[in-house]
């Protein structure tokens, strides 16, 4: 017997047909003698559509009563499936996320969860039940209603397996699982079995469409294994796992696991920047205290005496924050110009097994150069190589790379 | 300074535009001075549509996940309405049932307000604040949700205006007030300005469209005065009251307050009764067991000795039931043949004035004996003369006795 946490997101819970289906995927896991508990999201579309509702009420809403809104769409979704469980003859219940309860901080719209109060659930597995519950939501130290931010419905499934100490939590949603690359992209991009949590998170431009990014963290701190998988297909999805438990097939393994890339980078380009000591602190020490997250960064290597580039990436929707910053400064810090540049991307090469490989990022850049893709920066990590080209060669990059890497399958999946 | 509860109907608040309305109305009133907590419904056709998932989702649906369900839709409108009186710049914020709490019984769906909690609400009216609370819902004992039934948002606000000792509780609704009688049928009906409670109890026909009679009867025994008025149109509606508060102006008052009618109504003759004591109680006794309310009982009165019929009448929808448990016991009382019929109505004339006035009833024979209008049954109390009479004459009979008893207005309103 396993105790394990089954999410479903919006699209597999869009509509009473769709719920019945998850409600048999929910009877079929019990029916194998295991403890089941339930995430629900709100059917697809309600929760931009109770937004909306607040926008139009007041162009400037207080987030604890949009939080009193919006936490509608994940409370009728549960009612419903407990509904259904029922029917099926299973003994189900709802219990919303201020009466087990689950408590939040005090951040409307973007509550973290504290912790999770397990009494009622343990009594539930004593009564063979099944618990469903609302995902997104909990209560905050005041006893308000308090959501966790789009896509908080994966973290809070992770968060109840991990005070549960659940053997699993799977993440039912449309897509089967994590592929190598974007499918769109790559037709013969494969899906991966078995993932590690840090490609995962590496992964995420790929993985984010599939999985929340901030769930992935928390499973991996709690060591929660994940599944991602189909409620539309009965098929096995991809499973993100501790390092240790995948090290044993590593010799089978591919040295990378895949390909992501992020158009979310806009390129800044300070020029005329003076060479002494301190020049470059001037600069992200402001930028860290306004919140702005600087990634690559390269600087030309000036000569003595002579005055240098410095070139780094922030979020496109952080670009104009960046300049406002930087302009105040400008006397200060002593730089020339800014240049700014948001038709870049960023593509990585992510894979645990490059650890104990050299030569792989210098495959990256011999198969861009063949093909004639400029490189305007370069970073590295344990686990990951990027680099930041022009946007227009996004596709063309990903495909080279991915079968650089023999990534390719042998026919489209 | 005035304590005043205002609920709003589901037409009040369909979409944003109509909630913009009602956060004016709800402000005016603030601006006057009065402290204001304000009780409202689903947005209209809302409920409905998530009763009709929750049908779907399971022919028998546990009322407790029904409750989850529902109790969604005014949790919407709570949230929308306090985020549109803070845009206008007021101290508003909402309370759910279970926040506050408004403790319930546990009768899922149909649950009983045991107590309300006001501790809160005196808070937000120290700090000059506005509450707004989702109608129609509590939280039982147990910690789960519940609701009190259709029409239950209006008990709810009389609940609450009761707990927190309001001076009055303004019912808004889509209509502007209780009129003479159905003004579909008598153009010329006229609002009745001020009404007791007594009297809009037996108009419940006439008045079960405006307000909740449950919420009638929870008024008058708190003594809470009630106004039921328009918020599509700035005019007075109807007051509801004690019938103190009005005795001062009895001379000038219309001996008849309203006519109201009740199709709802089945009549069921037994024919052939043994003459024999315990022959009538052996006939309604199982049928108050069964919880079958008997309206109006009319009994032949037979010559010593010989058969006699019986005549009573019952809601239209406990009729199968009535006449598969009287059936079962056709042996036992002895009665040769059940009779039923469903083309009836009960018209009724309803007034406080009555009391102090005989010939009230005799009027109302004669004015539809003048008709040919054929008279089945009739009941009398304190301040209501009721006919059951063929369905057919319905519009005849309540424009004949409108006129008679000088309840006409001189212009259509």
């Keep these: 017997m396993a105790r394990i946490v089954m999410k479903f997101g919006g699209t597999s819970m869009a509509g009473i047909e769709r719920i019945r289906h998850v409600a048999n995927l929910v009877k079929r896991e019990a029916e194998r003698g295991n403890q089941v ?17 607040c926008r139009e009420a007041a162009s400037r809403y207080d987030t604890r009563e949009y939080d009193v809104v919006v936490a509608s769409g994940e409370q009728v979704t549960s009612g419903l499936l407990a509904i259904t469980l029922q029917g099926m003859g299973l003994n189900a219940r709802s219990y919303m996320g201020w009466q087990l309860p689950i408590r939040t901080t005090q951040a409307h719209a973007s509550a973290l969860i504290d912790g999770i109060d397990v009494d009622v659930l343990e009594r539930v597995f004593d009564d063979d039940g099944i618990a469903v519950i609302p995902g997104f939501q909990g209560v905050a130290e005041d006893g308000s209603v308090a959501t966790l931010g789009r896509g908080g419905s994966d973290t809070s499934a992770v968060a109840i397996a991990a005070a549960a100490r659940a053997d699993r939590c799977d993440i039912y949603t449309d897509v089967d699982g994590v592929y190598t690359t974007d499918p769109r ?52 999805g991809t499973m993100v796992v501790a390092d240790e438990l995948i090290e044993d097939s590593a010799m089978e393994r591919q040295l990378i696991t895949g390909i992501a890339y992020d158009k979310n980078e806009a390129r800044v380009t300070l020029t005329g920047l003076p060479d002494r000591p301190g020049a470059v602190a001037a600069i992200f020490a402001p930028l860290a205290e306004a919140s702005i997250n600087v990634d690559m960064i390269v600087q030309s290597v000036p000569r003595a005496g002579q005055k240098s580039d410095l ?54 850049f011999q198969a861009l150069a063949g093909r004639g893709i ?40």
Tied chains: 1, 2.
Aim: aromatic fraction near 4%.
């Design 37 to 53: 508990i339930v995430v629900v999201s709100a059917m697809a579309g309600e929760t931009d559509r109770l937004i909306h509702l």
């Design 374 to 413: 400029n490189i305007l920066a370069i970073t590295t990590s344990e686990i990951k190589v990027s680099v930041l080209i022009p946007e227009e060669y996004t596709e063309l990059a990903v495909r080279v790379l991915h079968t650089a890497y023999g990534l390719d399958a042998e026919t489209p999946e």
């Design 185 to 236: 992209i790559v037709p013969r991009a494969r899906k991966i079995p078995i993932i590690t949590y840090e490609e995962m998170l590496e992964l995420a431009s790929v993985g984010a469409k599939v999985l929340q990014t901030r769930s992935v963290g928390l499973a991996m701190r709690e060591n929660i294994p994940l599944q991602v998988l189909s409620s539309f297909e009965d098929k096995p």
């Design 311 to 364: 070139t780094f990436t922030v979020p496109t929707e952080s670009l104009v924050q960046t300049s406002d910053v930087l302009e105040k400064l400008k006397e200060e810090i002593g730089f020339e110009e800014i240049l700014t540049d948001t038709e870049v991307v960023k593509v990585s090469a992510v894979g645990v097994g490059m650890r104990s490989n050299a030569g792989i990022a210098a495959q990256m």
